[in-house]
């Protein structure tokens, strides 16, 4: 797997912080290093395609942070026309699918992206998990 620069020039972007520790990232700056990761390999950003892989990636950031403790990984790439996301969080619980409520907001982003991925992995680790998603490109 290709490990690009972060678009957003984040230190420690996509790479696996010593001990666990959260990194400053924004659902933001990861869809703009996907966002330019697909334009690398001839996705359309105007594309279905680009659009479910930009939700998962938010979403998955975003429940990282939210949901998670803190953002630990955030490694996107490109292999066998396939978008790989593994992001990794501080929180050893697994996500999972909240009864929707009309009192309570939210609890849509792990079923989006259990709809719009292709292969989803949960991996325990002794500082919280990483979750790779796999989302087809064609």
Same mark, same amino acid.
Do not use: C, Y
């Given at each position: ?22 990194? +400053? &990232? !924004? ?5 703009? %290093?996907?966002?330019?990761?697909? @334009?690398?390999? *001839? ?45 990794? +969080? &501080? !929180? ?5 699918? %909240?009864?929707?409520?009309?009192? @309570?907001?939210? *609890? ?31």
């Amino acid at each position: 797997m290709e490990d690009l620069p972060a678009a957003d020039n984040t230190p420690g972007f996509g790479r696996p912080p010593p001990g666990g520790r959260p990194i +400053d &990232a !924004s659902a933001a700056g990861a869809r703009r %290093r996907v966002g330019e990761l697909l @334009l690398r390999v *001839g996705v359309s950003l105007d594309s279905v395609i680009a659009a479910d892989a930009l939700i998962v990636t938010t979403e998955l950031i975003t429940n990282a942070i939210r949901h998670g403790g803190g953002l630990t990984l955030f490694l996107p790439a490109v292999t066998d026309n396939a978008l790989h996301l593994s992001v990794g +969080d &501080a !929180s050893p619980r697994a996500p999972f699918v %909240r009864p929707h409520s009309p009192d @309570l907001p939210g *609890g849509h982003g792990w079923p989006l992206i259990q709809r719009l991925s292709e292969h989803i992995s949960i991996t325990p680790r002794p500082d919280g998990k990483i979750i790779e998603a796999v989302v087809r490109l064609s």
